[in-house]
């Protein structure tokens, strides 16, 4: 009398799959979990089976399918990395916040710096009133040219030029007016402002 086959064992035809192996062997291990001799013979045959299989498939005479070569062509692109915006904040306050290039921060810089030392420059009686006119003009052209949204950089203008006439003049209180003269240092904190509004809002 032969000796059963490794396929005999597991119960499954020699063309049998090799998902279909693996289901005779799971099944076959979970009828006879109490018969230790079986289960042994069970495992045996399995791994002679997968022996068999992989010099049929050195031999050339087995066929890997697609899917298991080319496992990456079947598998979908990973989705395009985007990163989380910080935690800790609100999103509106994330939005507003801009973290600006070097150049954004020297030119209005440069700019206000220049208006600072006109303002405070004996030039007339309007020279402080054409200053800030052209500080407030900056301030909306720099923010104007980062978002295109032309409404929000004049809002966010108009709340900058009222925050520094409010806490310049709040400020002015301290300073003696023999140092410099109070109008002149509500311009000078004004410009402060834009430029921050200008430089690190958008």
Not at 25 to 34: E, F, G, I, K
Not at 44 to 64: N, P
Not at 106 to 127: C, E, K, M, R
Request: aromatic share 10%; charged share 20%.
């Amino acid at each position: 009398m032969s000796h059963p086959t490794p396929y005999q064992l597991l119960e499954v035809d020699e063309n049998a799959s090799f998902d279909e192996v693996q289901e005779a062997r799971t099944r076959l291990a979970a009828d006879c979990s109490t018969d230790p001799k079986r289960l042994e013979s069970i495992e045996a045959a399995y791994d002679a089976i997968l022996m068999d299989r992989l010099r049929q498939r050195q031999e050339g005479k087995i066929k890997v399918p697609e899917r298991i070569r080319f496992p990456e062509r079947l598998s979908p692109a990973p989705a395009s990395f985007t990163p989380s915006p910080p935690s800790g904040s609100p999103a509106w306050l994330q939005r507003l916040i801009d973290t600006p290039s070097r150049s954004d921060i020297l030119w209005p810089a440069g700019i206000y710096t220049g208006l600072a030392g006109l303002s405070v420059y004996p030039a007339g009686n309007n020279s402080l009133q054409w200053t800030l006119a052209l500080g407030v003009g900056s301030c909306l052209y720099f923010l104007n040219r980062k978002e295109q949204k032309f409404g929000r950089a004049v809002l966010i203008t108009v709340l900058g030029l009222l925050i520094g006439l409010l806490l310049g003049s709040l400020l002015a209180t301290l300073v003696n007016p023999a140092f410099i003269a109070t109008e002149k240092f509500i311009a000078l904190f004004t410009f402060l402002t834009l430029w921050l509004v200008s430089s690190f809002l958008r």
